[in-house]
């Protein structure tokens, strides 16, 4: 995390020795350990905590896609029911023009459909 190495460890303890004494430092040593242990569980304490809010937003989000999703779903299911019953009521708009019957020329003799079909028939 700070990139202390052990060479920086012994010269802050031989500091710490000279400074405090050996009456003292056991006591220093015993409260730094504390005061950095209150600091670690608050810190993980603060970290889970926008974690935890951070995957609630999430799931916010999520629950209201899916709300909108629904809601479109809905209005599209709106959508065809009502426009079904319109398209069998107007046949118009869908049917095409009407069919011609075939003149008598055209349907008493039937064309042939290749050239090799040019014997005559008896």
Known sequence: MFDIGFTELLL?????????????LPGAVRTA?????RIKRSFSAIKAEVEREIGADEIR?????????DLEREMNAMKQTLTAPLSTLNPSSTAAA??????????AEPTPSSSQDKTPQP
């Open 12 to 24: 802050v303890g031989i500091v710490a020795l000279l400074v405090l004494g050996p009456d003292r």
């Open 33 to 37: 350990g504390l005061w950095i242990g």
């Open 98 to 107: 009407p069919a011609t019957e075939p003149t008598p020329a055209t349907a």
């Open 61 to 69: 989000r999520q629950l209201h896609n899916e709300q909108i999703l």
